[in-house]
């Protein structure tokens, strides 16, 4: 006769067997990992810092800190798009992406995540929508608002807060339309974080006197004639 605890040890062992059959057997969906690209191109009067610039990990919700893409249907409604995923968790993909770009626009002394060398400034940004908007259109949207703070970082002062906004209808329905609305939406919001960022210090310098923040910190490129 079997003793009971071994009997409920071998039906839990043959029940793990049995469900990991049914997974290994199972087809898995095929998921489409999408990276996007954002190439920043700086206007021809923005200033060149002669400082560093750390940016933080934007703060977010618990929905938008994975991979998933969503899908907003209503005020109040998110789903995830099937067969998709982002490469990365959103608020650590556009933090890279906004590095990058900033880094590659050649107007800063240097770019920074934390953890690296200390900046004269910190960016730090909340994500407070970053999905695609089914407003009952022909196409999808990609819709993304980003909060933006710009911080001194000896003193702690907020030199400059702002909110991004920007939505990009996709031309046309299915995936790519949607991923190249995404690419659209993130060059124009980096484009304007980039501007904001050096003519905000800019303005700091010349207004508030900071004895930290010199003027000739910031030098302002001729315009091409």
């Given at each position: 006769?079997?003793?009971?605890?071994?009997?409920?040890?071998?039906?839990?062992?043959?029940?793990?067997?049995?469900?990991?059959?049914?997974?290994?057997?199972?087809?898995?969906?095929?998921?489409?990992?999408?990276?996007?690209?954002?190439?920043?191109?700086?206007?021809?009067?923005?200033?060149?810092?002669?400082?560093?610039?750390?940016?933080?990990?934007?703060?977010?919700?618990?929905?938008?800190?994975?991979?998933?893409?969503?899908?907003?249907?209503?005020?109040?409604?998110?789903?995830?798009y099937?067969?998709?995923?982002?490469?990365?968790?959103?608020?650590?993909?556009?933090?890279?992406?906004?590095?990058q770009?900033?880094?590659?626009?050649?107007?800063?002394?240097?770019?920074?995540?934390?953890?690296?060398?200390?900046?004269?400034?910190?960016?730090?940004?909340?994500?407070?929508?970053?999905?695609?908007?089914?407003?009952?259109?022909?196409?999808?949207?990609?819709?993304?608002?980003i909060?933006?703070?710009?911080?001194?970082?000896?003193?702690?002062?907020?030199?400059?807060?702002?909110t991004?906004?920007?939505?990009?209808?996709?031309?046309?329905?299915?995936?790519?339309?949607?991923?190249?609305?995404?690419?659209?939406?993130?060059?124009?919001?980096?484009?304007?974080?980039?501007?904001?960022?050096?003519?905000?210090?800019?303005?700091?310098?010349?207004?508030?006197?900071?004895?930290?923040?010199?003027?000739?910190?910031?030098?302002?490129?001729?315009?091409?004639?």
């Open positions: 006769m079997i003793h009971p605890f071994l009997y409920r040890v071998l039906v839990a062992a043959l029940c793990a067997a049995l469900v990991s059959g049914c997974v290994l057997g199972r087809q898995s969906t095929p998921v489409s990992i999408i990276a996007p690209v954002v190439e920043l191109e700086p206007g021809a009067g923005w200033p060149e810092a002669a400082w560093t610039l750390q940016v933080q990990r934007p703060v977010s919700d618990q929905m938008r800190d994975s991979n998933r893409i969503l899908v907003r249907e209503a005020r109040s409604q998110l789903k995830v099937p067969g998709a995923a982002w490469l990365d968790a959103a608020p650590d993909m556009f933090q890279a992406l906004l590095v770009a900033l880094e590659d626009s050649g107007r800063f002394e240097g770019v920074s995540r934390p953890g690296g060398a200390a900046g004269r400034y910190r960016l730090r940004t909340e994500m407070r929508r970053f999905e695609a908007l089914d407003d009952g259109s022909r196409d999808l949207a990609a819709d993304i608002e909060r933006a703070s710009m911080i001194h970082t000896r003193s702690a002062r907020v030199v400059a807060t702002r991004f906004e920007q939505r990009t209808r996709a031309d046309g329905g299915g995936l790519q339309p949607l991923v190249t609305a995404f690419e659209d939406a993130f060059q124009q919001l980096v484009t304007d974080i980039a501007e904001w960022v050096l003519v905000s210090a800019e303005e700091a310098a010349a207004e508030r006197g900071d004895e930290e923040i010199p003027a000739e910190g910031l030098r302002r490129r001729p315009r091409d004639t």
